[in-house]
């Protein structure tokens, strides 16, 4: 049994209705806001993914879409009342747990979603070549065009349906190849 109330911030998983998401997530950050919620509920996201899409047209193009469309994560310490205040906000079906109790995730779970801002130590610059090591363009290597350390992004050059691209990508998802390593060619038509 989950107790009354928890003492440090952890991450539950709220159902919404399908479409909601956004909604859900501006109405508990004015919930934070309206009831001075700022130190017990501390974050809400909705993980997205970079997908390519193709038009009617024959372009491609890089667009980011819900990894898990119905489902809010939120961080919180958890008690009865924030339970109370956040499954009767609109679109919320409730907590993802036993009776709608809410189970705090796993580490490797947060991970995995990339909740969590991990701060990377890299020395990325302009000109390094990179692989990226997951995501949707997953096995592309790239030059680095620019670097933002403070939002720990790229944006990175890559050869995407035959031509050159520039797409941005957290260092989190890359790796620094060494300039004398050999490039072998992605097949295009995974």
């Known amino acids: 049994m989950l107790p009354i109330t928890d003492t440090e911030p952890r991450w539950y998983i709220l159902h919404t209705y399908s479409g909601y998401e956004l909604l859900v997530r501006e109405s508990l950050f004015r919930l934070i806001e309206?009831?001075?919620?700022?130190?017990?509920?501390?974050?809400?996201?909705?993980?997205?993914?970079?997908?390519?899409?193709?038009?009617?047209n024959g372009k491609k193009k890089v667009v980011e879409r819900k990894l898990l469309p119905c489902y809010v994560f939120i961080k919180m310490i958890y008690s009865n009342q924030l339970w109370y205040l956040v499954t009767n906000t609109r679109g919320v079906t409730?907590?993802?747990?036993?009776?709608?109790?809410?189970?705090?995730?796993?580490?490797?779970?947060?991970r995995k979603m990339r909740l969590e801002d991990f701060v990377v130590d890299a020395d990325f610059k302009a000109g390094d070549r990179v692989t990226i090591d997951n995501g949707p363009l997953e096995g592309f290597i790239g030059t680095i065009r620019e670097v933002n350390d403070e939002t720990q992004r790229a944006r990175v050059n890559i050869t995407m349906f035959g031509r050159e691209q520039d797409v941005e990508v957290e260092y989190v998802q890359m790796t620094k190849i060494s300039p004398d390593a050999v490039e072998v060619p992605r097949d295009e038509e995974d």
């Open 94 to 110: 409730g907590f993802v747990g036993p009776q709608g109790r809410p189970i705090p995730m796993k580490d490797e779970e947060i």
């Open 34 to 56: 309206n009831n001075n919620l700022g130190d017990q509920i501390f974050d809400v996201k909705i993980p997205m993914e970079q997908t390519i899409e193709e038009k009617a």
